[in-house]
Nanobody, 123 residues
Framework: QVQLVESGGGLVQAGVSLRLSCAAS????????MEWFRQVPGKEREFVAR????????YYAGSVQGRFTISRDNVKNTVYLQMNNLKPTDTAVYYC????????????????WGQGTQVTVSS
């Protein structure tokens, strides 16, 4: 049974940092591309960042480029999202997702998902 568990969210002020974690189990972690998405109530789920199976390649949404960093630890079976200089527009539920390489996550079609962690950024 694949399980992805996010943690690290919270309420913070604009300009500060948070690090989200996603602990994976029930899968051969090193075979999976790992991704972060976020969603605001009433809006579509938005891609945030992706790291490939061995951590050698990353990809970011333009809205977070330069502020967020995705990384992974294939020993701990954990993927991270370091979020710096947070803005109120970053407020959302952040979801961890996985797809077996070379596939990537397609919301509504393919991928495993965590239950999300709330990030709220006040101005």
């Amino acid at each position: 049974q694949v399980q992805l568990v996010e943690s690290g969210g919270g309420l913070v002020q604009a300009g500060v940092s948070l690090r989200l974690s996603c602990a994976a189990s029930g899968l051969t972690f090193r075979r999976y591309n790992m991704e972060w998405f976020r969603q605001v109530p009433g809006k579509e789920r938005e891609f945030v960042a992706r790291v490939n199976w061995n951590g050698g390649s990353t990809y970011y949404a333009g809205s977070v480029q330069g502020r967020f960093t995705i990384s992974r630890d294939n020993v701990k079976n954990t993927v991270y999202l370091q979020m710096n200089n947070l803005k109120p527009t970053d407020t959302a539920v952040y979801y961890c997702a996985a797809a077996e390489s070379p596939l990537t996550v397609v919301p509504g079609t393919y991928g495993y998902w965590g239950q999300g962690t709330q990030v709220t950024v006040s101005s």
